[in-house]
């Protein structure tokens, strides 16, 4: 009934620009969080940013002051606009929706891939 869609990832050189997106369809639930993870080769995913249903956002370190995290009016789209891009943000970035009906439930994005390259 659940399905994430995402886009916007590609190549860019150091100091670049990308937006990523991610859209939800499907009813009956609750959106409690959202919010965009990554994984490089090799490694462990790792979260990126986080919006809650308040709109209050947090940021992995590495990432504050260049990316921001936000939502749509509807509340089912997600975006990620990543600025001053570096190459350790090369990497395969998803998406994660975290509702509720009855319980909770994640929701994963298919991922998108950014390189950051010169």
């Known amino acids: 009934q659940v399905q994430l869609v995402e886009s916007g990832g590609g190549l860019v050189q150091p100091g670049g620009s990308l937006r990523l997106s991610c859209t939800l369809s499907?009813?009956?639930?609750?959106?409690?969080?959202m919010g965009w993870y990554r994984q490089a080769p090799g490694k462990q995913r790792e979260p990126v940013a986080i919006?809650?249903?308040?709109?209050?956002?947090n940021y992995a370190h590495s990432v504050k002051g260049r990316f921001t995290i936000s939502r749509d009016n509807t509340e089912n789209t997600l975006y990620l606009q990543m600025n001053s891009l570096k190459p350790e943000d090369t990497a395969v970035y998803y998406c994660?929706?975290?509702?509720?009906?009855?319980?909770?439930?994640?929701?994963w994005g298919q991922g998108t891939q950014v390189t950051v390259s010169s």
């Open positions: 994660n929706f975290n509702v509720w009906r009855q319980l909770t439930y994640d929701f």
């Open positions: 499907g009813s009956g639930f609750a959106i409690l969080t």
């Open positions: 919006i809650t249903s308040s709109g209050t956002t």
